[in-house]
T-cell receptor
Framework: AQTVTQSQPEMSVQEAETVTLSCTYD???????LFWYKQPPSRQMILVIR??????QNATENRFSVNFQKAAKSFSLKISDSQLGDAAMYFC??????????FGSGTQLTVLP | DTGVSQNPRHKITKRGQNVTFRCDPI?????LYWYRQTLGQGPEFLTY????????KSRLLSDRFSAERPKGSFSTLEIQRTEQGDSAMYLC???????????????FGPGTRLTVL
């Protein structure tokens, strides 16, 4: 069974600075997707970025980028120029042949003005 | 594309009562998933449908839980004889099956927060 580990329960960043959220996973599959979802307080889960395992190039979406290290089974999220609206719980998720997503326990990000 | 919708958004019930939640997926998404999320944790998979067929159920889905997706459109999740441990956020997600058959992005609804007194 796949597992996803987020070892940082809480992180904080100063507005306009850069922060990196960590995620590691365990799998024996070679073909899979990895996702970062954002869940603001009392609001729904929103996709931030996704990475296909077969792609070597790291995914980027505006201020959000990932560092995907397939051999190390590491998938970190970098948020540049942090904004107050980035404050949320961030979940790393694995999607493979099992169809459903396996989520980590989340990292609560606080953005300080 | 109006997104995934869920009703009700909040449900408070007394222990032992039955509750039913509804999920309307993004139109033409043939896969629909149910997850449960407890406070401070990531969502945990409960079950999923491809069209009207329920293809997989987690061991978390006890006999008191039943899900349906008639006609392959909306889905309902029913919990019978609710217990205090059922208190959680119940999330629905949908996605289309990619042509290559590989996992694609799941889009989540706002969830139904259940409180069992």
């Amino acid at each position: 069974a796949q597992t996803v580990t987020q070892s940082q329960p809480e992180m904080s960043v100063q507005e306009a600075e850069t922060v990196t959220l960590s995620c590691t996973y365990d799998t024996s599959e070679s073909d899979y997707y990895l996702f970062w979802y954002k869940q603001p307080p009392s609001r729904q889960m929103i996709l931030v970025i996704r990475q296909e395992a077969y792609k070597q190039q790291n995914a980027t979406e505006n201020r959000f980028s990932v560092n995907f290290q397939k051999a190390a089974k590491s998938f970190s999220l970098k948020i540049s120029d942090s904004q107050l609206g980035d404050a949320a719980m961030y979940f790393c998720a694995y999607g493979g042949s099992a169809r459903q997503l396996t989520f980590g326990s989340g990292t609560q990000l606080t953005v300080l003005p | 594309d109006t997104g995934v919708s869920q009703n009700p958004r909040h449900k408070i019930t007394k222990r032992g009562q039955n509750v039913t939640f509804r999920c309307d997926p993004i139109s033409e998404h043939n896969r629909l998933y149910w997850y449960r999320q407890t406070l401070g944790q990531g969502p945990e998979f409960l079950t999923y449908f491809q069209n009207e067929a329920q293809l997989e159920k987690s061991r978390l889905l006890s006999d008191r839980f039943s899900a349906e997706r008639p006609k392959g459109s909306f889905s309902t999740l029913e919990i019978q004889r609710t217990e205090q441990g059922d208190s959680a956020m119940y999330l629905c997600a949908s996605r289309s099956l990619g042509l290559a058959g590989v996992t694609d992005t799941q889009y989540f609804g706002p969830g139904t927060r259940l409180t069992v007194l």
